[in-house]
């Protein structure tokens, strides 16, 4: 193997290990990881163990899959164990332990460690698997949430007195369940998609995932953020949660190792991934408005203290991203508008979704602790109510992605329809009068060769004299033409060193070494 086939592999393998690593320095969930106080000694010895076992499997690439298959193992029962404690602990004061961003993180970095062992048809089969076993946990949690949401309003919505209330409740509870199941359908859609623009996209949107899972981690800023930090998050109360952060993050590794590593795409791919980016931008910012005007509602229907201006700037903001980003994905598609413009306003929807984050922390009120020891040390904060999640944060990542396209591949200027059409035509008369010069060049060679040859004796009348030299050539040439002149206009009408052939019946000579010229005698 070359060193130019090598790069493309020692890029991958390095990328898998910063993975694998950086997945024990995250939380694999709110009771596991490394600083929380809770972690199990065994759980944090299996994660260490399993961890080392999939690194060496980079450097043994025919024990590559045996050695990676523990991490894959260990991951899934961090998802079993959440899924059956969300169920157990759902609508009561415990908090599901979730799946934190150290199994999004580890898990992308085992997939794209075993990808070389893995053929195309299974990782199409298992992106397929993730894809629906994503939108069945994730709609399953949406209608759970719903459940305990609604359990205890629906049974006094025909009452008098609290019924309107109630009512406007369960309506609200019903569009957070349908809001955060869209992410996740677009995903879905992705992750089954054999479009290279639709893999692409599947990159784009787990490596945003991966990103806004650190950042809300590391950062002191991120426990504002998200309260659980995306760990404890569930689909149906606070957006999207681990049933599309994981999944999305194990897609993007098996599409990356067979579509991005080793393979240049082109860039008309990544900027139609790019406008896949900004329809799920603008479809969530709009769904987030509606719940803004939905809670100012709810608020007003039951009374509670809640400044309305806070969600007014707020649905501003989300209306303010949505349309820039319905304006960029439409537009995008042509040249409707200047390279400069599109740039400009995606650097604006990139901002706007930055905003969307400050306003969402420095608009809500806060309050004091319920007590010494809250928040914990690893979930929960101050505010009044959480507004902003870690999918917020994915999506401003997406936005600077996409604006990084737009940047470096941009579209090529396309011709109006009238200039091109009006092109074709000058150029159609160029090329008819350059034929017309090159089919005359012949005629007068073939005019001066035969008016050379003629007889001293002839000598033509006036209206010889008056017609065209090829005219009176070709009325001559039957007559006047001989053997001698029939070689003079052949060399009168070839270049130097190239003979002539004159069709048909004329001098017709030609050398194996070099092209023979025809000259027509109709011309």
């Given at each position: ?12 393998n ?6 694998l ?16 106080a ?11 163990l399993?961890?080392?076992l ?17 991490y894959?193992?260990?991951?899934s029962?961090?998802?079993v ?15 599901p ?6 199994a ?6 085992a997939?794209?460690a ?8 299974a ?8 894809a ?24 006094g ?5 609290v ?23 677009i ?26 899972g ?14 659980f930090r995306?760990i404890?998050?569930s ?9 599309g952060?994981l999944?999305?993050a ?5 599409v990356?190792?067979?579509?991005v ?36 509602i ?7 203290p ?7 700037a707020?649905m ?12 960029l ?19 604006g929807?990139?901002?706007?979704t930055?905003?969307?984050l ?10 004091e ?5 809250a ?10 109510q959480?507004?902003?999640s870690?999918f ?5 990542v ?7 396209i ?17 092109g ?12 017309m ?19 001293t004796?002839a ?7 008056a ?9 001559e ?7 001698a ?6 060399e ?5 060193g ?9 001098a ?16």
């Amino acid at each position: 193997m070359t060193d130019n086939a090598l790069v493309p592999h020692r890029l991958r393998n390095t990328a898998a290990a910063v993975l694998l690593i950086l997945g024990l320095l995250l939380p694999w969930n709110i009771h596991v990881g490394l600083g929380i106080a809770a972690t199990p000694g065994w759980v944090w010895l299996l994660l260490v163990l399993a961890t080392a076992l999939a690194v060496t499997g980079l450097a043994i690439p025919r024990l590559r899959l045996p050695l990676v298959a523990p991490y894959l193992v260990v991951v899934s029962g961090f998802v079993v164990l959440a899924v059956v404690q969300a169920v157990r602990y759902g609508g009561s004061a415990s908090i599901p332990p979730g799946v934190g961003p150290g199994a999004w993180v580890g898990a992308a970095g085992a997939l794209l460690a075993a990808a070389p062992a893995v053929k195309s048809a299974a990782a199409t089969r298992f992106c397929s698997l993730v894809a629906v076993a994503s939108l069945v946990v994730g709609v399953a949690a949406s209608v759970f949430n719903l459940y305990w949401r609604t359990r205890f309003v629906l049974p006094g919505i025909g009452d008098p007195d609290v019924g309107s209330a109630n009512l406007a409740t369960a309506l609200t509870a019903v569009l957070y369940a349908l809001v955060a199941v869209i992410p996740l359908v677009i995903g879905f859609r992705w992750l089954r998609s054999a479009e290279l623009e639709a893999r692409l996209a599947t990159v784009l949107l787990g490596a945003a995932a991966l990103t806004a899972g650190a950042i809300v981690w590391v950062l002191p800023v991120g426990r504002d953020l998200d309260a659980f930090r995306g760990i404890a998050q569930s689909t149906g109360t606070a957006g999207v949660g681990f049933e599309g952060y994981l999944a999305w993050a194990a897609a993007a590794a098996l599409v990356a190792a067979a579509t991005v590593f080793g393979t240049r795409q082109p860039a008309a791919a990544w900027r139609g991934a790019a406008r896949k980016g900004l329809l799920l931008i603008a479809v969530w910012c709009f769904g987030t408005a509606v719940l803004r005007i939905a809670d100012v509602i709810l608020s007003g229907v039951l009374d509670l203290p809640s400044p309305p201006y806070s969600g007014t700037a707020l649905m501003a903001f989300d209306l303010l991203a949505a349309v820039l980003a319905i304006w960029l994905f439409v537009n995008s598609a042509g040249r409707a508008a200047p390279g400069r413009l599109m740039v400009t306003l995606f650097v604006g929807l990139f901002a706007a979704t930055v905003c969307r984050l400050i306003v969402g922390v420095v608009l809500v009120p806060r309050v004091e602790p319920l007590g010494p020891g809250a928040p914990s040390e690893v979930f929960g904060n101050t505010l009044v109510q959480q507004i902003t999640s870690t999918f917020d944060v994915a999506l401003a990542v997406l936005a600077l992605a996409a604006l990084m396209i737009a940047a470096l591949a941009p579209r090529r200027r396309q011709r109006r329809p009238g200039k091109v059409a009006r092109g074709k035509a000058t150029a159609a008369r160029q090329a008819s009068a350059v034929g017309m010069a090159g089919a005359g060049e012949p005629s007068r060679a073939v005019a001066s060769a035969a008016g050379a040859a003629a007889p001293t004796g002839a000598a033509p009348g006036r209206a010889d004299a008056a017609a065209p030299p090829a005219q009176a050539a070709a009325a001559e040439a039957p007559a006047a033409e001989t053997p001698a002149s029939q070689g003079a206009a052949a060399e009168a009408s070839a270049p130097q060193g190239a003979p002539a052939i004159v069709v048909p019946g004329r001098a017709a000579t030609a050398t194996p070494e070099q092209p023979a010229r025809i000259v027509r005698p109709d011309a």
